[in-house]
């Protein structure tokens, strides 16, 4: 198995914190369509050789990934006839957890797999990108036989993470693909991917989850769920990623400081202001602080929402949530004023992180101008 970076002590860009890597995820919920969209083109003999999985961040796209290499592997295509020499219909991308194929992928051990992610330089700190020499590792990869004549399978997580002279390289492979393989390109944003790499793959897009399948999945994950996660469901809007990344850094008792923020304006409430500066400017809490800018945002996504339709955001994701949202976005005008000082916040925000900004100014320069948008 070819991986990029296998040591356990090293922090990986492909998992979540407080949450089993998706190699180590027996269920995928919410998805369905997704995979059964696989499994018709597996099952019509059309298994393409390239496959394009999008959609938002912590919906399952890599689980989906995985689910499909073990079962590839496990199952080679057209190995095996059925009756009247018809090769049996896949219902389920299902695998035994003590199915070898399985034991050997949660291991990082199996022959027929290459995992390509973001690596390390030679201090052990995370690159900000896939390099050339992460895909170059692929052509080692191919050029061996694959085990027992089976199927191999190439999982790059995340695709659109891929430097220039990565993706070019990568490219070349989706173009001429070695026999008995298949290339899963896991993308949060596929966008940023060369029009070229989308083309030569088919694309798997899954949707945000339900609030049922939202609260199963998180409990597959073993996190210390709150006792109601109805504000959880609101603010991670079906992603399981985006929930365990509040629950992990106190995401939702940030929002009820900036709702506190909303009820007072267009007066400043300075103690809560000056608290959530205290965060941002602490030692070792950038995570936390950029956590609250994107909360910040999605507050004023929803005042934006309120004014255009009319209704306060249900449910509530904080206390007085409601109230003060239809308060302070009574019409489509007020609306309209919300959704642009949205874009100008996000990208003063965004200069601001550039340029090293001190995070309490730069929360200050925020609540600032949701004041401006209260006034108005």
Request: proline residues 7%; hydrophobic residues 45%.
């Amino acid at each position: 198995m070819i991986v990029a970076d296998k040591r356990p002590d090293l922090v990986f860009a492909d998992s979540i914190p407080g949450a089993p890597h998706p190699r180590q995820t027996p269920r995928l919920f919410g998805q369905a369509a997704a995979e059964q969209a696989f499994l018709t083109a597996l099952n019509s003999d059309r298994l393409h050789h390239g496959w394009l999985i999008t959609g938002p961040r912590g919906v399952g796209k890599a689980t989906l990934a995985w689910r499909i290499a073990r079962h590839l592997i496990a199952n080679p295509p057209g190995q095996e006839a059925g009756l009247f020499g018809a090769p049996p219909v896949v219902g389920s991308l299902d695998l035994p957890q003590d199915h070898p194929v399985t034991v050997r992928m949660a291991a990082l051990s199996d022959p027929g797999l290459a995992l390509i992610r973001r690596s390390h330089n030679d201090k052990g700190v995370l690159r900000k990108d896939i390099v050339i020499d992460d895909v170059r590792a692929l052509s080692r990869f191919f050029g061996m036989s694959a085990a027992d004549g089976g199927h191999r399978v190439v999982i790059v997580d995340a695709a659109d993470d891929m430097n220039t002279s990565a993706a070019n390289g990568l490219l070349k492979m989706l173009e001429e693909p070695p026999s008995n393989c298949t290339l899963l390109l896991v993308a949060h944003q596929p966008s940023r991917l060369l029009p070229t790499i989308r083309s030569r793959c088919r694309m798997l897009r899954l949707s945000p989850l339900t609030p049922a399948d939202m609260q199963t999945a998180l409990a597959q994950t073993g996190a210390d769920l709150p006792a109601d996660t109805t504000a959880l469901s609101a603010l991670a809007d079906g992603s399981v990623g985006a929930a365990l990344r509040l629950i992990n850094l106190g995401g939702l008792e940030l929002y009820q400081q900036i709702t506190g923020i909303l009820t007072a304006l267009p007066r400043i409430d300075r103690p809560r202001v000056l608290a959530l500066g205290e965060v941002a400017a602490a030692r070792g809490e950038t995570d936390r602080f950029e956590l609250m800018l994107t909360l910040f945002d999605k507050a004023m996504a929803r005042l934006a929402r309120t004014g255009a339709t009319g209704l306060p955001p249900q449910p509530e994701a904080a206390p007085g949530e409601a109230q003060a949202m239809a308060r302070l976005a009574p019409d489509a005008y007020s609306a309209r004023a919300w959704a642009d000082r949205a874009a100008e916040v996000n990208a003063r925000a965004r200069h601001g992180l550039a340029v090293n900004l001190d995070p309490a100014a730069l929360v200050l320069d925020t609540v600032l101008k949701m004041q401006e948008a209260a006034r108005a």
